[in-house]
């Protein structure tokens, strides 16, 4: 069935709004594709990824090489369809276009430059006015290519660019595009949201007849361009109030017994619906009055941050709760998982734009959860239009008909929906788990697949060159392997397979019936093929011994290696092959610049430039790695990256393998497993939670919003393979992504909006899964109540994102003074608009105290600080790590927690499992902070330190260090020795706790005054001047001159 194409966004369009792409024909670490003026409406040919029609055997799924393009310089496969040229190329944090609503959208956007100038009030601005750079401003029309945008799509004709479905495969054939270096993804982009799905209109439980060939139709789009008969804009009067019971996880959908297949009549259900009596809660008892305002016990306090500079609270900073009824907001989507930048949406762009704040969620979609409901159901009831999962937030009009929260539409409800099996009642469809919980995950039935589920696969490549031999890493990973062997997450069709390369690649044999595995070597990397395919990714049931003898000796097959050349282009290009026919994971092991073959690099860090600003590389210098990600994300592989390297090895260039395939990369700087034990230590924890921790496999994840909002740009590692859809060939429990919004429609006929993620995935265990989680927020009309609702942690990390991006496409100083600027222009915006009395100071809504703090503690992250003390590669595995970490992870790592430990009690400990933690309270990030006699403990999320200071009493350095004077604390002390005492018991279980709360295995530094290491410790002091920032004093006085003029 021939794929219907991707429409250019809207038809006519004002520019590709290229949030993060250097304007290079290899684009940027975060682009797909180079940047272009216009978004081309040609199209050209581009696989499927499957060669079969139908869903079949994994064998009929090796793609079929065609001939090259010359001109197009594209790749492909057999079993076409059709999709833009490059330009249209949507990847990670990569601004869309979708089609608009409005007629006259507002585009916000990001300007640099540098940090004293500043805007006139906004009531000034006329909507085309240039405005100075340097700030992420809303409400400015600039040209496309420098700049941070919140961009809102062109108007422009919304012409359905959809072909009609054709029955017949179209024939594969290659349409000559001007632009050079393009590359087109070989899986299996698809329908815009102004394209018609088929079977689009249907309901789920009917949709098994229809034959889908793309992710997109599948899990459906967004709004369909079918004509609607609903009230556009009607009053959502919520029906909420009604109690629900707490859903057993495995819960199964079965009817009493007896009653299969028996007439609703016969269940006691009278003739003619029921008179449908939940509550009505009011329209105006959906949010409570701001001037009373419960929910922000200070939120309406206004503080001159001048005067009240300790506004870090002792204990973790806590999100804000949305000012939403008590009935809707005990339903609402835990914020660990999924949370919005302003609690409170404002009603109009307009709006949005005086506050000078960026909306945006953050979501951490597949997160580890205690209780997760999952519903075993033959329907999962959707919105026929937008494809909307019913959730809590829906309205009942009767016991047959529900309204959609997101597009309006009213839907009948099906006839299995109205019976819950939890309470065993007919007719109450309000109670059902699914509208009781906003986070579930359903079994998915048949019709969202694209082919059997794949089994879990596993493609292990070291690097075996003299270097790595040297590092003595292989002894570690393989012996890890065979510890967590029976851990990997699978079942009975587990696959394993492994390859080690040099200047050649190893290929090893490990088929039923060997006595030993074989060892295959391919010299010619030029053209790389795999010698025996069925052999080399085998049964882990079935070979388990063959796997575990080959564990034993490969770290000694290569000690007397002299091999110092790296080929990993073509050892990836051998891996993408051997995994294509089924999709899976590639964990990769680099320990140096590769050097040979294709993917060959240059080294490129001069340590005299690392400051300088506009010289840093933090663009690829190839890119290889990333056509390689688009081809790897186009056959479900997805690419893990462990480097662990003591010399510079161009991350920029090398993280474009994990980026753009949905995977992460791990990084350990100068490991050697005797130099550098802590670095050890480090690889040995984190492999054990890599290895064992959840799973899903050919995953992709689209985010709905209400109708009047628009997502336009993605942050994280993906590929984004329609106007919304993102490609996940593995998605992995420890990632988090986030989206920026815009209001394109105004909500002044709505109070409340909601956000939908749905990712729908194969788990380990072969089931084809949907976890879906849904957020409900209210809807404001005056700027003080969003900059009440304005979370400030959620606004740090989301600006982070967009600086990062900032520093691709501009330059770090670019982004460092939008950042500055971003914390001038709101709190301008603040004091302008809504203060009724101007006084003297930096005066700031509760909500926001932070905001200066956060700002500051990000200038002097490794991703944006300024000094040559930071290496390149740790700089781009900071900006990595903005990208890729959830907002929780990335907020400790930025503004990292201080704690007295010398004096801790049971005083206010949490009681955990009969373990008795101290909760010590949180300090601030200042010298002043610390004090001779006592010991502090730093958290700064992958790293903790404790320094001890020189006149520490007698009682901490015996009972805890385990040492009997000061001088005796040994230089390089890396862990606490467990005494028996209490106050040692106390100081391991508080570390202890710490440490299990996050993925990834925090270093542990006992510090002494003397300690190389110190200058780390102090460096983390955000309050305190450094060499890249002012102190926080100085930041204030400047923010507040900026603020004031």
């Known amino acids: 069935m021939s794929q219907p194409g991707v429409p250019s966004s809207g038809g006519a369009s004002t520019g590709l709004q290229v949030q993060n792409g250097a304007a290079s024909s290899l684009g940027s670490p975060y682009v797909n594709g180079p940047v272009q003026n216009a978004l081309m409406s040609s199209q050209v040919s581009v696989s499927q990824g499957y060669n079969s029609q139908l869903p079949g055997p994994y064998p009929h799924l090796m793609p079929a090489k065609t001939s090259l393009n010359p001109v197009s310089a594209q790749n492909n496969y057999g079993g076409s369809q059709t999709v833009c040229t490059l330009s249209n190329y949507q990847g990670p944090g990569q601004t869309l276009n979708r089609p608009p609503m409005v007629s006259n959208p507002v585009t916000t956007s990001l300007h640099s430059g540098p940090v004293p100038r500043m805007p006139p009030p906004t009531s000034q601005i006329p909507a085309a006015t240039s405005m100075p750079s340097g700030s992420f401003l809303a409400g400015v029309n600039l040209p496309p290519p420098l700049n941070w945008?919140?961009?809102?799509?062109?108007?422009?004709?919304?012409?359905?660019?959809?072909?009609?479905?054709?029955?017949?495969?179209?024939?594969?054939?290659?349409?000559?595009?001007?632009?050079?270096?393009?590359?087109?993804?070989?899986?299996?982009?698809?329908?815009?949201?102004?394209?018609?799905?088929?079977?689009?209109?249907?309901?789920?439980?009917?949709?098994?007849?229809?034959?889908?060939?793309?992710?997109?139709?599948?899990?459906?789009?967004?709004?369909?361009?079918?004509?609607?008969?609903?009230?556009?804009?009607?009053?959502?009067?919520?029906?909420?109030?009604?109690?629900?019971?707490?859903?057993?996880?495995?819960?199964?959908?079965?009817?009493?017994?007896?009653?299969?297949?028996?007439?609703p009549s016969s269940l006691n259900y009278p003739s003619g619906p029921l008179a449908f009596n939940q509550t009505p809660v009011g329209a105006n008892h959906l949010t409570a009055s701001v001037h009373g305002l419960s929910l922000h016990p200070e939120g309406l306090r206004v503080i001159n941050l001048l005067q009240e500079r300790s506004m870090l609270p002792t204990t973790p900073l806590q999100p804000p709760v949305p000012n939403l009824h008590e009935d809707i907001q005990k339903l609402n989507c835990n914020p660990e998982l999924f949370r919005c930048t302003l609690t409170s949406i404002p009603q109009t762009q307009a709006l949005l734009n005086k506050a000078k704040l960026p909306l945006g969620l953050l979501l951490h979609p597949f997160k580890d959860l205690v209780q997760l409901p999952v519903v075993t159901s033959s329907t999962i009831v959707r919105c026929r239009s937008c494809r909307t999962y019913i959730n809590p937030f829906v309205s009942f009009l009767d016991q047959r008909r529900w309204k959609c929260n997101l597009c309006y539409r009213v839907n009948d409800v099906p006839e299995e929906f109205m019976y819950n099996p939890l309470t065993r009642v007919y007719g109450e469809p309000h109670r059902r788990p699914e509208v009781q919980n906003a986070t579930i995950e359903f079994m998915a039935p048949s019709e969202y697949m694209l082919r059997p589920p794949q089994p879990p696969v596993y493609l292990f490549v070291f690097d075996v060159s003299h270097n790595a031999v040297e590092t003595g890493y292989l002894n570690l990973v393989c012996q890890s392997l065979l510890d967590n062997l029976d851990l990997l997450p699978g079942n009975t069709r587990t696959k394993i397979g492994f390859i080690t390369f040099d200047s050649t690649i190893h290929f090893y044999s490990l088929q039923e019936g060997l006595s030993q595995p074989?060892?295959?070597?391919?010299?010619?990397?030029?053209?790389?093929?795999?010698?025996?395919?069925?052999?080399?990714?085998?049964?882990?049931?079935?070979?388990?011994?063959?796997?575990?003898?080959?564990?034993?000796?490969?770290?000694?097959?290569?000690?007397?290696?002299?091999?110092?050349?790296?080929?990993?282009?073509?050892?990836?290009?051998?891996?993408?092959?051997?995994?294509?026919?089924?999709?899976g994971r590639i964990s990769v092991f680099q320990t140096q610049l590769p050097n040979l073959g294709v993917g060959a690099l240059k080294p490129r860090e001069e340590p005299n430039q690392r400051s300088s600003a506009k010289e840093i590389h933090l663009t690829p210098s190839t890119d290889f790695y990333?056509?390689?990600?688009?081809?790897?994300?186009?056959?479900?592989?997805?690419?893990?990256?462990?480097?662990?390297?003591?010399?510079?090895?161009?991350?920029?260039?090398?993280?474009?393998?994990?980026?753009?395939?949905?995977?992460?990369?791990?990084?350990?700087?100068?490991?050697?497993?005797q130099h550098n034990p802590v670095?050890?230590?480090?690889?040995?924890?984190?492999?054990?939670?890599?290895?064992?921790?959840?799973?899903?496999?050919?995953?992709?994840?689209?985010?709905?919003?209400?109708?009047?909002?628009?997502?336009h740009t993605?942050?994280?590692?993906?590929?984004?393979?329609?106007?919304?859809?993102?490609?996940?060939?593995?998605?992995?429990?420890?990632?988090?992504?986030?989206?920026?919004?815009?209001?394109?429609?105004?909500?002044?006929?709505?109070?409340?909006?909601?956000?939908?993620?749905?990712?729908?995935?194969?788990?380990?265990?072969?089931?084809?899964?949907?976890?879906?989680?849904?957020?409900?927020?209210?809807?404001?009309?005056?700027?003080?109540?969003?900059?009440?609702?304005?979370?400030?942690?959620?606004?740090?990390?989301?600006?982070?994102?967009?600086?990062?991006?900032?520093?691709?496409?501009?330059?770090?100083?670019?982004?460092?003074?939008?950042?500055?600027?971003?914390?001038?222009?709101?709190?301008?915006?603040?004091?302008?608009?809504?203060?009724?009395?101007?006084?003297?100071?930096?005066?700031?809504?509760?909500?926001?105290?932070?905001?200066?703090?956060?700002?500051?503690?990000?200038?002097?992250?490794?991703?944006?600080?300024?000094?040559?003390?930071?290496?390149?590669?740790?700089?781009?595995?900071?900006?990595?790590?903005?990208?890729?970490?959830?907002?929780?992870?990335?907020?400790?790592?930025?503004?990292?927690?201080?704690?007295?430990?010398?004096?801790?009690?049971?005083?206010?400990?949490?009681?955990?499992?009969?373990?008795?933690?101290?909760?010590?309270?949180?300090?601030?990030?200042?010298?002043?902070?610390?004090?001779?006699?006592?010991?502090?403990?730093?958290?700064?999320?992958?790293?903790?330190?404790?320094?001890?200071?020189?006149?520490?009493?007698?009682?901490?350095?015996?009972?805890?260090?385990?040492?009997?004077?000061?001088?005796?604390?040994?230089?390089?002390?890396?862990?606490?020795?467990?005494?028996?005492?209490?106050?040692?018991?106390?100081?391991?279980?508080?570390?202890?706790?710490?440490?299990?709360?996050?993925?990834?295995?925090?270093?542990?530094?006992?510090?002494?005054?003397?300690?190389?290491?110190?200058?780390?410790?102090?460096?983390?002091?955000?309050?305190?001047?450094?060499?890249?920032?002012?102190?926080?004093?100085?930041?204030?006085?400047?923010?507040?001159?900026?603020?004031n003029k």
């Not at 984190?686 to 496999?697: D, P, Q, S, V």
């Not at 730093?938 to 260090?961: E, P």
Request: charged share 15%.
């Open 626 to 673: 990333k056509k390689l990600a688009l081809d790897c994300s186009g056959q479900q592989v997805a690419v893990d990256l462990f480097l662990l390297s003591g010399q510079y090895s161009d991350l920029a260039s090398l993280g474009c393998i994990s980026r753009y395939s949905a995977g992460s990369v791990y990084y350990y700087p100068s490991y050697h497993h």
């Open 149 to 263: 945008q919140y961009s809102s799509p062109s108007t422009g004709s919304q012409t359905n660019h959809c072909p009609h479905p054709s029955s017949q495969p179209s024939i594969s054939g290659n349409t000559n595009v001007t632009t050079n270096h393009q590359h087109v993804f070989s899986g299996d982009p698809s329908l815009q949201n102004s394209c018609l799905k088929s079977g689009g209109t249907s309901n789920t439980s009917n949709e098994s007849m229809v034959v889908h060939n793309s992710y997109d139709e599948i899990e459906g789009g967004g709004f369909l361009a079918t004509p609607q008969l609903t009230n556009k804009n009607p009053k959502m009067g919520r029906n909420v109030g009604y109690s629900y019971p707490s859903l057993p996880p495995g819960y199964q959908n079965t009817p009493l017994p007896g009653t299969t297949g028996m007439p």
């Open 518 to 583: 074989q060892m295959l070597i391919v010299s010619d990397i030029e053209d790389v093929f795999i010698p025996m395919p069925e052999n080399l990714l085998v049964n882990l049931n079935e070979s388990k011994e063959l796997v575990q003898d080959l564990l034993k000796t490969l770290p000694q097959m290569f000690t007397k290696t002299l091999e110092t050349q790296s080929a990993l282009g073509p050892a990836l290009q051998a891996a993408f092959k051997l995994m294509s026919p089924t999709g």
């Open 714 to 1043: 993605f942050h994280g590692n993906f590929f984004v393979r329609s106007t919304d859809l993102l490609s996940l060939p593995n998605v992995n429990p420890d990632a988090g992504y986030a989206v920026q919004m815009s209001v394109e429609e105004n909500l002044t006929d709505t109070q409340l909006v909601s956000f939908q993620s749905a990712l729908l995935y194969t788990s380990s265990k072969g089931e084809r899964r949907i976890r879906v989680h849904t957020l409900c927020l209210p809807v404001v009309s005056t700027l003080n109540e969003v900059f009440l609702g304005a979370d400030v942690q959620a606004i740090s990390g989301l600006l982070a994102n967009m600086a990062v991006d900032r520093c691709i496409t501009a330059s770090l100083s670019d982004a460092r003074d939008a950042l500055v600027n971003a914390v001038i222009d709101s709190l301008s915006a603040y004091r302008s608009l809504v203060l009724s009395n101007q006084q003297p100071g930096l005066m700031v809504p509760f909500s926001l105290r932070l905001f200066p703090l956060f700002v500051l503690a990000l200038l002097k992250q490794k991703s944006f600080q300024t000094g040559t003390n930071t290496r390149l590669d740790e700089r781009i595995f900071a900006m990595c790590q903005v990208k890729n970490q959830p907002l929780v992870y990335f907020m400790l790592t930025t503004h990292p927690s201080l704690y007295r430990v010398d004096n801790l009690s049971d005083e206010g400990a949490l009681n955990i499992n009969d373990r008795t933690i101290p909760q010590p309270p949180i300090l601030q990030l200042s010298v002043e902070k610390l004090s001779r006699d006592g010991a502090f403990l730093m958290d700064a999320g992958s790293v903790m330190m404790l320094w001890v200071g020189k006149n520490c009493g007698q009682n901490f350095l015996n009972h805890v260090l385990g040492v009997q004077n000061y001088a005796s604390i040994p230089q390089t002390m890396t862990d606490l020795p467990e005494l028996d005492t209490a106050e040692s018991a106390r100081t391991i279980a508080f570390i202890s706790w710490l440490r299990e709360q996050r993925p990834f295995f925090p270093i542990l530094y006992v510090i002494r005054d003397e300690s190389p290491i110190k200058a780390n410790f102090l460096q983390n002091m955000v309050e305190d001047r450094t060499e890249s920032a002012l102190s926080y004093y100085e930041f204030l006085l400047h923010i507040q001159q900026q603020v």
């Open 679 to 711: 670095q050890v230590q480090k690889l040995q924890k984190e492999l054990h939670r890599y290895l064992t921790r959840k799973i899903g496999f050919e995953a992709v994840m689209r985010i709905r919003c209400t109708k009047g909002l628009s997502i």
